[in-house]
């Protein structure tokens, strides 16, 4: 779980002080350092800057060897913030309701869930044993069960060739009640065992992600799969998520990030995140597209291998891809203006 972010006074409070604790440090080596990231700050005070992709690829994974100098070569104490906000959306523990029922009603079946909370809720993840299915919901909301409000339009519920799609989301606020309405219009009805109900972040929205440089350097077509290699700008980056640029205009793909590994002398693959995406058009409602794989993992290597689990269907037409990471911040406390030096890259450094 994220630790509280230190008020701004308490923050400075503890620049000053690594400030006094090195004021008589030697000067650093700089040229230990492989890299050097020019920092210009205009006035003195806090300062603050994000490490670009080439800071992390060659730093080690950690980040310990970063080191902030002034223009006299003497080392500046600084903080690092890793603002995990986004990875404590997905970690939130998920909690099944307080009661679970199922009611057909004409051509749609409806989900009844009292929830026994009184927190704010983000998704509500439905569970069915059902291996091959498509299907439009509605979702409301209510405080007694009876007084009903829309949470929007309609969203797909799937399971197909190992792709599914079963969150709905929810409008981030306290309700005792959520009801789904399955369409059953088209096909047969299916039956859902359960849901879990996952809980809204304390923090009111995530910080957004910033990008990194991704390139689609390599793609291979094998039976059922496409494999493309992902190349980014630099190794150690912590990311986020990988969007998938498809042109095609319906389809439902499960997806599998791996990196290459090399354990003794054999060389194989290691899964670092999965997800399913999909461009739908329900009957009477917009297009619907979900097309990022979350991700939450920090690459010793610039490559990434996508699979794409196309089943029986055709390959997509995806011709590039889009990478973000984690937020990461670096504040130091400039006792003046002028250049400062960003150095990285050296391995022997505590």
Same mark, same amino acid.
């Given at each position: 779980?994220?630790?509280?972010?230190?008020?701004?006074?308490?923050?400075?409070?503890?620049?000053? $002080?690594?400030?006094?604790?090195?004021?008589?440090?030697?000067?650093? !080596?700089? !040229?230990?350092?492989?890299?050097?990231?020019?920092?210009?700050?205009?006035?003195?005070? %806090?300062?603050?800057?994000?490490?670009?992709?080439?800071?992390?690829?060659?730093?080690?994974?950690? +980040? $310990?060897?970063?080191?902030?100098?002034?223009?006299?070569?003497?080392?500046?104490?600084?903080?690092?913030?890793?603002? %995990?906000?986004?990875?404590?959306?997905?970690?939130?523990?998920?909690?099944?309701?307080?009661?679970?029922?199922?009611? /057909?009603? *004409?051509?749609?079946?409806?989900?009844?869930?009292?929830?026994?909370?009184?927190?704010?809720?983000?998704?509500?993840?439905?569970?069915?044993?059902?291996?091959?299915?498509?299907? @439009?919901?509605?979702?409301?909301?209510?405080?007694?069960?009876? !007084?009903?409000?829309?949470?929007?339009?309609?969203?797909?519920?799937?399971?197909?060739?190992?792709?599914?799609?079963?969150?709905?989301?929810?409008?981030?606020?306290?309700?005792?009640?959520?009801?789904?309405?399955?369409?059953?219009?088209?096909?047969?009805?299916?039956?859902?065992? &359960?849901?879990? +109900?996952?809980?809204?972040?304390?923090?009111?929205?995530?910080? @957004?992600?910033?990008?990194?440089?991704? #390139?689609?350097?390599?793609? #291979?077509?094998?039976? &059922?799969?496409?494999?493309?290699?992902? !190349?980014?700008? *630099?190794?150690?980056?912590? +990311?986020?998520? =990988?969007?998938?640029? @498809?042109?095609?205009?319906?389809?439902?793909?499960?997806?599998?990030? @791996?990196?290459? #590994?090399?354990?003794?002398?054999?060389?194989?693959?290691? /899964?670092?995140? $999965?997800?399913?995406?999909?461009?739908?058009? +329900?009957?009477?409602?917009?297009?619907?597209?979900? =097309?990022?794989?979350?991700?939450?993992?920090?690459?010793?290597?610039?490559?990434?291998?996508?699979?794409?689990?196309?089943?029986?269907?055709?390959?997509?037409?995806?011709? $590039?891809?889009?990478?973000?990471?984690?937020?990461?911040?670096?504040?130091?406390?400039?006792?003046?203006?002028?250049?400062? =030096?960003? %150095?990285?890259?050296?391995?022997?450094?505590?």
């Amino acid at each position: 779980m994220k630790k509280p972010r230190r008020p701004l006074p308490d923050l400075l409070a503890l620049l000053f $002080a690594l400030a006094a604790a090195a004021s008589d440090a030697a000067a650093l !080596t700089s !040229t230990e350092w492989q890299n050097r990231q020019t920092v210009v700050v205009s006035a003195p005070g %806090l300062a603050k800057l994000a490490p670009p992709a080439a800071t992390f690829d060659v730093a080690q994974m950690n +980040l $310990a060897d970063l080191r902030v100098v002034d223009a006299q070569g003497r080392e500046v104490p600084y903080l690092l913030e890793r603002d %995990l906000i986004s990875r404590g959306l997905e970690n939130a523990p998920a909690f099944p309701p307080k009661s679970f029922r199922t009611v /057909p009603a *004409g051509d749609t079946t409806q989900l009844i869930i009292e929830t026994g909370t009184g927190g704010s809720l983000d998704a509500l993840e439905l569970e069915t044993t059902v291996p091959y299915f498509l299907k @439009a919901a509605h979702v409301d909301i209510s405080a007694d069960g009876a !007084t009903w409000t829309s949470v929007g339009a309609a969203v797909p519920l799937f399971r197909q060739f190992g792709a599914e799609q079963l969150r709905l989301l929810l409008p981030r606020k306290a309700t005792a009640f959520v009801r789904v309405t399955v369409d059953d219009f088209r096909s047969r009805p299916i039956t859902f065992t &359960g849901a879990r +109900l996952r809980p809204s972040p304390a923090q009111a929205a995530p910080p @957004a992600l910033t990008p990194v440089g991704a #390139e689609i350097t390599r793609r #291979e077509e094998f039976a &059922g799969e496409t494999v493309l290699t992902v !190349t980014l700008d *630099g190794k150690n980056v912590p +990311l986020a998520s =990988l969007q998938l640029a @498809a042109k095609d205009a319906l389809f439902m793909r499960r997806v599998t990030v @791996a990196i290459r #590994e090399v354990r003794g002398e054999l060389s194989g693959e290691r /899964p670092v995140g $999965a997800g399913t995406i999909y461009r739908l058009a +329900l009957a009477g409602e917009p297009e619907q597209a979900q =097309l990022e794989v979350p991700l939450d993992f920090t690459p010793p290597t610039r490559e990434l291998l996508v699979h794409i689990h196309n089943g029986d269907s055709p390959p997509l037409a995806i011709d $590039a891809v889009t990478a973000r990471q984690h937020p990461v911040s670096l504040v130091f406390l400039a006792p003046a203006a002028g250049n400062y =030096l960003l %150095l990285s890259g050296n391995p022997q450094a505590a």
